[in-house]
C-alpha cells in the first residue's frame, strides 16, 4: 500500500514539475496546426472523384465482358481479342481517357465513349461543386492580405480543373451559363480566356442592371450576371444604329428598359432580374467580363 502511493505521489509530482522544466530549458509548446480549408476541399474533392472513376472503371468492365461475349458468339476474332486487350488495360492502368479510345472495332470505340464522357460528366460536376468553395476561400485570402496563401489556392484550383476538366471552346451556336463564364474568370483567368475570348457565345443570365455607356453615347450596356449574390458581371455591349434604347419609367421607382432592333418598331422589354440571352462576342476579362457587338437572338 506504502508503495503504491509512493509511486501515484511520484507521477503527480513529474507532472506538476514539467512546466518548470520546460520553461527552465527555453522549450515551447508544440503549435496546433490549423486545418488547410483549401486543401482540406481538394483532397474531398479527388477522393469523391476517385470513387467515381472506380465506380465507372467497374461498370465499364461489366460491359467489355458482355461485348466480349457477344463478338466470341458472333465468331468475330479480331474483335474479341480487341475487347480482352482493353480489359486487361483497364485492369492494370485504372484508367479511361481519350488517349486510349480506339479505332477499331467500332462496337468498342462506341463503348468507351459512352463511359468516358460518363466519367467525364461525372468529375466535371464534383470539380464544379468544390470551385466555388476555393474561389471564395483565395478570396478571403486575397483580402486579409494573406498574398501567399491566396496564390497557394489558386495553384490548387488551377490544378483540379487541368486535371479533371478539359479545356473546351464552346461552339459558336451553344448557349453558355454566365455563371459557368464568371466561374471560369473566378477561378483562372488565363484559363478562361483560352476557352471563351475571341468567341462569339450567346450568354444566359439574370439582368442586373443597364445603362448608356458613359465613354460612348452611342453604346448601351446590359449586365448579366449568375443566381449566386457577388458572382460577378458581364458587360454586354450594343452598339447603335443596330439597337435603339430607352427607359420606360415604372411604379415603384423601377424602369423597363426597352431595346428596339433596327428596321423594326416593336421593342424587347427587360427589366432587372429577368433571364436573358444575349449573342457577342467576348473580350475577357477588364474589371468585368466583357462582350461586344452584341444582339438580342429573336
Known amino acids: 500500500m506504502l508503495q503504491s502511493r509512493l509511486r501515484t505521489f511520484c507521477c503527480l509530482f513529474c507532472l506538476a514539475l514539467q512546466p518548470v522544466l520546460a520553461k527552465a530549458v527555453g522549450a515551447q509548446p508544440t503549435p496546433v496546426q490549423p486545418v488547410n480549408v483549401a486543401d482540406a476541399e481538394v483532397q474531398k474533392c479527388e477522393d469523391r472523384i476517385a470513387s467515381v472513376q472506380r465506380d465507372v472503371l467497374s461498370k465499364y468492365d461489366d460491359a467489355l465482358q458482355e461485348l466480349m461475349l457477344t463478338s466470341q458468339k458472333a465468331a468475330d476474332l479480331e474483335a474479341a481479342l480487341a475487347v480482352r486487350t482493353e480489359r486487361e488495360r483497364v485492369k492494370t492502368e485504372h484508367s479511361l481517357t481519350d488517349g486510349d479510345l480506339v479505332n477499331e472495332p467500332k462496337s468498342l470505340r462506341t463503348l468507351q465513349s459512352q463511359y468516358l464522357a460518363k466519367q467525364n460528366e461525372l468529375v466535371g460536376a464534383l470539380v464544379r461543386e468544390s470551385l466555388p468553395r476555393l474561389i471564395e476561400y483565395k478570396k478571403s485570402l486575397t483580402i486579409a492580405g494573406k ?152
Not at 451559363?177 to 457565345?201: C, F, H, N, V, W
Not at 446590359?222 to 411604379?251: A, N, V
Open 147 to 298: 498574398l501567399d496563401e491566396a496564390v497557394a489556392v489558386r495553384t490548387a484550383i488551377n490544378n483540379l480543373e487541368t486535371n479533371h476538366l478539359p479545356i473546351v471552346r464552346p461552339d459558336a451556336n451553344s448557349i453558355q451559363p454566365a455563371e459557368a463564364i464568371l466561374l471560369a474568370y473566378s477561378g483562372d483567368r488565363t484559363r478562361a480566356d483560352k476557352m471563351y475570348k475571341g468567341q462569339k457565345i450567346t450568354v444566359h443570365g439574370i439582368v442586373g442592371g443597364y445603362r448608356q455607356d458613359p465613354a460612348d453615347a452611342r453604346t448601351y450596356l446590359i449586365y448579366l450576371t449568375g443566381p449566386q449574390p457577388g458572382s460577378g458581371w458581364i458587360q454586354c455591349s450594343f452598339t447603335g444604329p443596330d439597337y435603339h434604347f430607352r427607359e420606360e419609367p415604372g411604379s415603384f421607382g423601377a424602369t423597363t428598359l426597352v431595346a428596339i432592333p433596327r428596321g423594326t418598331e416593336n421593342g424587347i422589354r427587360i427589366q432587372k432580374g429577368q433571364l436573358l440571352d444575349v449573342h457577342g462576342n467576348c473580350q475577357g476579362f477588364d474589371e468585368v467580363v466583357k462582350m461586344t457587338r452584341c444582339d438580342l437572338p429573336k
